[in-house]
């Protein structure tokens, strides 16, 4: 079983940035794959963000490729969201998701269904 505990979510200007943690319970963390999610009002679930456990490949979407940046410390069981250069649009609730390693190496990091663990959310909000 693996816990995920976000943090870091906040009010912030348009412009501004933040950096949301999640730290994850567990002695394999470093075999998991990771991702963020995030969720606005009446909109579903959608990938922001997945690192590999394996070289640390790194995945993003495209809305927010070139101002994201995950990445994750293994020795401290926590994946990170380095978010820069904040617009209105990307308020939300972002959420934390681990994939365990006995689903194999072959998945696609942007749905929902291929993960297994998720954390509790932490609330973004970029004001205008």
């Known amino acids: 079983q693996v816990q995920l505990v976000e943090s870091g979510g906040g009010l912030v200007q348009a412009g501004g940035s933040l950096r949301l943690s999640c730290a994850a319970s567990?002695?394999?963390?470093?075999?998991?794959?990771m991702a963020w999610f995030r969720q606005a009002p009446g909109k579903e679930r959608e990938f922001v963000a997945a690192i590999r456990w394996s070289a640390g490949r790194t995945f993003y979407a495209d809305s927010v490729k070139g101002r994201f940046t995950i990445s994750r410390d293994n020795a401290g069981n926590t994946v990170y969201l380095q978010m820069n250069s904040l617009k209105p649009e990307d308020t939300a609730v972002y959420y934390c998701?681990?994939?365990?390693?006995?689903?194999?190496?072959?998945?696609?990091?942007?749905?929902?269904?291929?993960?297994?663990?998720w954390g509790q959310g932490t609330q973004v909000t970029v004001s205008s």
């Open positions: 998701a681990a994939r365990g390693p006995w689903r194999g190496p072959s998945y696609s990091e942007s749905y929902t269904r291929e993960y297994d663990y």
């Open positions: 567990g002695r394999t963390f470093s075999s998991y794959g």
